[in-house]
């Protein structure tokens, strides 16, 4: 199972836009990337899933470059209530391992 | 689309009792589900993966005879914390997918387990 790397934290400021990169070397050929949101107390929310170039749904993009080694999540135009602890998964349909996430703290 | 739902949302109970945590796929067939928990600050750990109609599969760790999980049709699965301790209090987490290769996992609102 490919082993993802995110930032611990990250803050931003409402309606800027926040790009969150993951690192994930040794991604297999049948892997999809996908990223989650998670709330204190709720389930993870299911965000974007993508395998290569670029994806874009009504909430976010997600960008990964040729060799799949890293994807950008692109969230345009935060709020506040974007705070959250966003993740980043690899995987192909079977059983997936969460990483620490990433932290987000939007500010006003 | 792609809604799973948990039940209870929160249960307490007293030391040496059983729980009892359905989750239900409700507008798709699960072939597939599987169960985290999640304690304070930290991220979700992987219990089990479960297919329909077939044993769980437990990750490295987790005690198949505490935490039996049945996964008898394919909208529903159950774990079932045998014993509950006040260490096994968390969150605990379900996911579903239809076991596509390239399926996603849906998951469920979660059940906050407190043993007194």
């Known amino acids: 199972l490919a082993k993802t790397t995110q930032p611990i934290s990250m803050d931003s400021y409402e309606g800027q836009e926040v790009n969150i990169t993951c690192s994930h070397n040794n991604i297999a050929t049948n892997d999809y990337i996908t990223w989650y949101q998670q709330f204190p107390s709720q389930g993870p929310r299911f965000i974007i899933q993508g395998y290569k170039t670029k994806v874009t749904n009504e909430v976010a993009s997600l960008f990964i470059p040729a060799d799949r080694k890293s994807s950008t999540l692109s969230l345009p135009r935060v709020s506040l209530s974007d705070t959250a602890v966003y993740y980043c998964?690899?995987?192909?349909?079977?059983?997936?391992?969460f990483g620490k996430g990433t932290r987000l703290h939007i500010l006003p | 689309g792609a809604v799973v739902s948990q039940h209870p949302s929160r249960v307490i109970c007293k030391s040496g009792t059983s729980v009892k945590i359905e989750c239900r796929s409700l507008?798709?067939?699960?072939?597939?589900m599987f169960w985290y928990r999640q304690f304070p600050k930290q991220s979700l750990m992987l219990m089990a993966t479960s297919n329909e109609g077939s044993k769980a599969t437990y990750e490295q760790g987790v005690e198949k005879d505490k935490f039996l999980i049945n996964h008898a049709s394919l909208t529903l699965s159950t774990l079932t914390v045998t014993s509950a301790h006040p260490e096994d209090s968390s969150f605990y987490i379900c996911?579903?997918?239809?076991?596509?290769?390239?399926?996603?996992?849906?998951f469920g609102p979660g059940t906050r387990l407190t043993v007194l």
């Open positions: 996911s579903a997918s239809s076991g596509q290769l390239t399926d996603t996992q849906y």
């Open positions: 998964l690899v995987g192909g349909g079977d059983k997936i391992i």
């Open positions: 507008d798709f067939q699960a072939t597939t």
